[in-house]
């Protein structure tokens, strides 16, 4: 599975945009990239996930560059219940395998 | 649709001792993949479990096992437990294997502690 890298933490304005970047630079053709979060003391939570073309759900929006290095996860509007860990994965065609890294910490303040 | 279920909640063990640990998928999901978390770090891969039969492993000893049930319950034991074993230990479930798009949905974990 391919490493992914994403800065250690961010901080958002409730209300503005929170954009998470992540790099992964050594993604093969067949895999997918996801997203999941995890708020303090419970288990991660599904996001949104994407091949290569951009996508769109309630949560969130996920932006994939054109050549596959690196997509950045967009929340719209943060709220201080969007403060949580958030993980990108990427994911290998077959198999469930979640490979997590160290995550970013999203902190939105008021 | 009821979510996944794990219990305990919390549990403490002392070195040496064996534990259980059980999870509900997800109604209607036959896939469930056992996590370790320790404190400060990502979720790490322990073991898979599809309609019953182990479907890949993690770099974990061969102390740590697990069984998956007809009704696609799922147990994850740890015998002779060591202080490092500490962790929130966290299922999810899915529905198959192959497919990139089959997100996994987690339950809220079991947090054990070994004094």
């Known amino acids: 599975d391919a490493k992914t890298t994403q800065p250690p933490s961010m901080d958002c304005a409730e209300g503005r945009a929170a954009n998470l970047p992540c790099n992964h630079s050594?993604?093969?053709?067949?895999?997918?990239v996801y997203w999941y979060r995890q708020i303090h003391s419970q288990g991660p939570q599904y996001i949104i996930h994407?091949?290569?073309n951009n996508e769109t759900n309630e949560m969130a929006s996920l932006i994939i560059t054109e050549d596959r290095k690196s997509s950045t996860l967009i929340l719209p509007h943060a709220t201080l219940r969007d403060t949580a860990v958030y993980y990108c994965?990427?994911?290998?065609?077959?198999?469930?395998?979640?490979?997590f890294g160290a995550g970013t910490i999203l902190r939105v303040k008021s | 649709e009821t979510g996944v279920t794990q219990s305990p909640t919390h549990l403490i063990k002392t070195r040496g001792q064996q534990v259980t640990l059980r999870c509900s998928s997800q109604?209607?999901?036959?896939?469930v993949s056992w996590y370790q978390q320790a404190l400060g770090q990502g979720p790490q891969f322990i073991f898979q479990?599809?309609?019953?039969?182990?479907?890949g492993r993690g770099n974990f000893p061969p102390r740590f096992s697990g069984l998956q049930f007809p009704n696609y319950s799922s147990e994850l034991n740890v015998n002779a437990l060591e202080l490092d074993d500490s962790a929130l230990y966290l299922c999810?479930?899915?529905?198959?294997?192959?497919?990139?798009?089959?997100?996994?949905?987690f339950g809220p974990g079991t947090r054990l502690t070994v004094l």
């Open positions: 994965i990427v994911r290998a065609l077959y198999g469930n395998k979640l490979v």
């Open positions: 999810a479930s899915s529905l198959g294997l192959a497919g990139g798009s089959n997100e996994q949905f």
């Open positions: 109604s209607g999901h036959n896939t």
């Open positions: 050594t993604i093969s053709g067949n895999e997918y």
């Open positions: 994407g091949l290569k």
């Open positions: 479990y599809y309609r019953e039969e182990e479907n």
